[in-house]
């Protein structure tokens, strides 16, 4: 049976998706129906893949494909609203699928929380509950369920009430609920939580530290004068010469321009430590990402980074591919650290390496800090 129209597709009409298989290619698909909203590169989108249900991120846009129009199958639904990976983040990740022999889709598997990769949405959604015209028009009707009447009585605002507020004034709220859904008397809906006004100014420092000596002073100069430039620095000092007050200092700069900075550590055993002078000398939000967190917690800091809502990510090597506006300052901790490096199964990649190449299409300065520095 022909699809009419579909032999003549409009310019950008095809979707070249990347999916999480062990196939080096893209795969084309057409658009959602007329309600989906536009789709752009770096969106989450799910596809009918076989007899599965994929979930893959749009690499670019085509004005035609290889495959038969006929054949063209359209994506089952838009995830995102906006991209979720930037176009700096797509082009290395891209690069890095070509230079170390990877399938794309795998790469920007590597490059995702495990609930994202499963569609969870890129924004934390706020649950609230509402009275319908007929749970309002039945209230009276409902003496003899007087758990369903009260919940029902507290849902009788315009705004509806969130799932925080019904928990906190009743217990065990969603049975009762489920009866008012199922008759019709209640309903939901979900929205994306509003983010936090940016600190500014004064506002960015929680506490300051020790006097910068004249080395760390010149180190510190250095760097900030090279902002909005790619330039690599070796920050080379043995371990408690004064490297992450350095970096605090750095940080601070970048903040105060209204950028954002991330740091990347070899070990989850040294992120507690680092995270904690972070959160104590800076006002501002510090996303952590590391693969000691449980799923929910990496799906957290992973909205946070996708939002702009984090203005430190602080990671081990997967942080590398953090989705992060205006990136001012990269930071490598210990750069000479075999654990930058994944040699597990999947991906592996050189997470100090990607760094370098991060900042140079961010145009942003690097810092390599260690105290036994790499030959290369």
């Not at 490059?111 to 028009?137: D, M």
């Not at 009707?141 to 507290?154: F, G, Y």
Request: negative net charge; aromatic residues 6%.
């Amino acid at each position: 049976m022909e699809n009419p129209g579909r032999d003549n597709l409009t310019p950008q009409a095809i979707l070249r998706v990347a999916l999480d298989t062990p196939l080096r290619r893209l795969f084309d698909y057409l658009p959602a129906r007329e309600s989906a909203p536009v789709v752009e590169p770096g969106m989450r989108v799910r596809v009918p893949f076989g007899r599965q249900h994929l979930i893959g991120v749009v690499q670019s846009l085509a004005a035609s494909s290889d495959v038969p129009p006929g054949k063209l199958k359209p994506v089952l639904e838009v995830i995102d609203s906006s991209p979720v990976l930037d176009a700096q983040v797509m082009e290395l990740l891209e690069w890095a699928a070509q230079y170390y022999h990877h399938p794309l889709g795998e790469v920007i598997s590597a490059a995702l929380p495990r609930l994202a990769r499963e569609g969870a949405a890129s924004r934390a959604q706020t649950e609230r509950w509402f009275a319908t015209e007929a749970g309002l028009a039945a209230f009276d009707s409902l003496k003899r369920a007087p758990r369903q009447r009260e919940l029902l009585d507290a849902l009788r605002t315009g705004d509806g009430v969130t799932s925080d507020a019904l928990a906190e004034k009743f217990d065990d709220w969603r049975t009762p609920m489920r009866a008012l859904v199922a008759r019709g008397f209640a309903s939901s809906a979900e929205n994306a939580e509003d983010l936090p006004v940016e600190a500014t100014g004064t506002d960015l420092i929680r506490g300051t530290g020790p006097e910068l000596s004249n080395e760390q002073a010149a180190a510190v100069h250095a760097i900030d004068a090279a902002h909005a430039c790619f330039v690599p620095f070796l920050l080379y000092g043995i371990t408690g010469s004064g490297k992450t007050e350095v970096y605090l200092h750095t940080v601070e700069r970048t903040l105060r321009r209204s950028q954002r900075a991330l740091v990347l550590v070899p070990e989850i055993g040294l992120t507690p430590q680092l995270v904690g002078r972070f959160r104590e000398r800076f006002a501002v939000p510090v996303a952590v990402l590391h693969s000691a967190l449980t799923d929910t917690e990496r799906l957290a800091a992973w909205r946070q980074c996708v939002s702009g809502e984090a203005r430190i990510v602080l990671g081990t090597r997967s942080a590398v591919f953090a989705p992060i506006k205006d990136l001012g300052l990269i930071i490598v901790d210990e750069e000479h650290d075999a654990s930058f490096k994944q040699h597990e199964s999947g991906f592996r990649y050189s997470a100090r390496d990607l760094a370098i190449l991060r900042a140079q299409r961010a145009g942003a300065p690097v810092v390599l800090g260690s105290a036994t520095p790499s030959l290369e």
